[in-house]
């Protein structure tokens, strides 16, 4: 897995890109994705997202 305070460069390929969380899409050198980072129980959760749709999403089947 890629450090995700890190830019995803050309140096990041398929097999260690991080994938959105709701379609599964592979972030490979996309800068317009989405990162939602949290604390919960004393350990870092880290979201990614392709696209503002899917992280609106995400969102609204985290408050269902």
Request: hydrophobic share 35%.
């Given at each position: 897995?890629?450090?995700?305070?890190?830019?995803?460069?050309?140096?990041?390929?398929?097999?260690?890109?991080?994938?959105?969380?709701?379609?599964?899409?592979?972030?490979?050198?996309?800068?317009?994705?989405?990162v939602v980072t949290w604390v919960a129980?004393?350990?870092?959760?880290?979201?990614?997202?392709?696209?503002?749709?899917?992280?609106?999403?995400?969102?609204?089947?985290?408050?269902?």
């Amino acid at each position: 897995m890629v450090d995700p305070t890190s830019d995803l460069d050309e140096d990041v390929d398929e097999s260690n890109a991080p994938a959105c969380v709701v379609c599964g899409e592979k972030l490979i050198r996309d800068p317009a994705h989405h990162v939602v980072t949290w604390v919960a129980d004393g350990s870092i959760q880290v979201r990614h997202f392709c696209s503002e749709d899917c992280r609106g999403a995400w969102d609204d089947s985290e408050r269902s």
